[in-house]
């Protein structure tokens, strides 16, 4: 990352190319953000502060379904019918499995074919990091990028692995959970809290033979979710049906959001939840920060490692190992 | 909490008055435990570490239900019927709101008539503390000290506050969810993430007029659960009806209990979640213990204050922000 601010292009000539929406240099960005070295972390920094009032400003949709439910081909379909009302769409992805597989989940850039050919779509392979927690800071830190190189609409793309849902819904505005149709219990399992982080439910590859079956789960999704209590926002999640084969139900869905965003606004909800994901992000920030720094050293972590099985043969209480631990790190 | 241990009565006499199931030394325990004091916690540790031995014996079980639910009522009946077997009964609370008023939800012992006359059952009020983690672990401590005393059934009680359902779950075997009947959008909703936490959901005043509508809601909720995944335990969580003014159904959740226990016994799912739950009991006492002796300075607090203030107004990135309060921490 030498040559991210040269001579010719310091700090103030990058951020004034990244305000023009100039892609090269949105994309450097990103790269410079996921570094893990420590002066380029510094940049970064003093990248994002410069950039931090241009932000705020998109409408953040986090997207998540399990494996086989079309996601691709839904954001593909979606994104396009986006960028077709001349709206900037920008996709990001989550996936915490890439930081073994070297990124699974957008690695290959055929998998939303026409959405990556289009200029208004700015389609980013996920971030990679040693954690849930970096991968989670970087990708907030695209989101804040991309707004500020004038994206008005940012996806986040989650497979379902892990706490990756909850992180997600952490960062974005609409949280959508897309689900194939079954019948009874057919209906594939749904991992466990997800369902109630949905601010929208989509029944996909609702054409076919499948189009009753999709209206069937529809009714029972929506049922089900009138079992729970609305969302701190007030907002009623709702259930729909599409298509993305038959480019059908695609509209409807965007119409569900912006109902979503103008509701939001109105009760103002839609701000004091981005405060909380603000303050939640500081808080988080502290923690894993002091975690790294407290226990990377070994001595901390093999002592850790020993009480962890002396409590599990039933040796020590877990509150008093705990306190043994801490006597340990405020020497 | 001078005479604790008097001296005709040092560590051995107390824990073997405690092994032999004495309520007055039992209650004594519990409240040196709750003591705020340094030297009563030194005490409290010695007696917990020298019990250890003794504990874990007893089927832990969790409750949880919206005021109006009738939850005194079903804990009454539940218990009555369980001492009836000859099984010793204890009933412990978390009621996070207890740290304002004092104790609200067991502070009148009158709430379980006939329970609270039994002399196989011993119920305790809930555990005071300035915050939900402090009054978990004294609630942990009671459950072991209650085990030590000879109890088979703790019964955990929590009114649906803040994060208090999740606790308590954190700290039993089997988690049970009692629900009103109500029909279509008027069943009450339910807060988000408890019903995915219930191992058993049971339907209370199922009778007279209501009993239909309670079948009804069985129905449904059963419909519901199925869209769900089943626990890490294996489990499929069931729905029950029961009458505690009628004395119906009662038996038929101590069935259903059993019938937990035996499964998750035979899967070896029984033990591995109680090795998962004193882990995550370890490594929430060492986060409370580092943030409590880190952020208790007023400096570290007004900092930390302030630089919320700056997130809130856009002025600074939460992650830098965050960094700029470990660089004072480190000092």
Known sequence: MKHVFKQKSPLKQFVSELLSGNTVTLARAITLCESQKTADRKKANDLLQEILPHTGRSLRIGITGSPGVGKSTFIDAFGKSLTSFGKKVSV??????????????????TRMEELSKDPLAFIRPTATGNSLGGVADKTREAILLCEAAGYEIIIVETVGVGQSETTVRGMVDFFLLLQLAGAGDELQGIKKGIMEMADGLVITKADGENEKRARQAQTEFQHALHLFQPSELGWTPKVLTCSALEKKGIDEIWKLIEAFHSFTTKNKSFQKNRDRQNLSWFHESIDSLLKRNIFQSSKHSTKIKSMEKK??????????AAYEILKMLLK
């Not at 996936?95 to 850039?109: C, E, M, N, Q, V």
């Not at 409590?311 to 008093?320: A, E, T």
Request: cysteine-free.
């Open 311 to 320: 409590i599990s043969s039933g040796k020590i209480m877990p509150s008093l």
């Open 92 to 109: 990001l992805a989550i996936d915490p499995s890439s930081a073994k597989t070297k990124g699974s989940i957008l690695g290959d850039r």
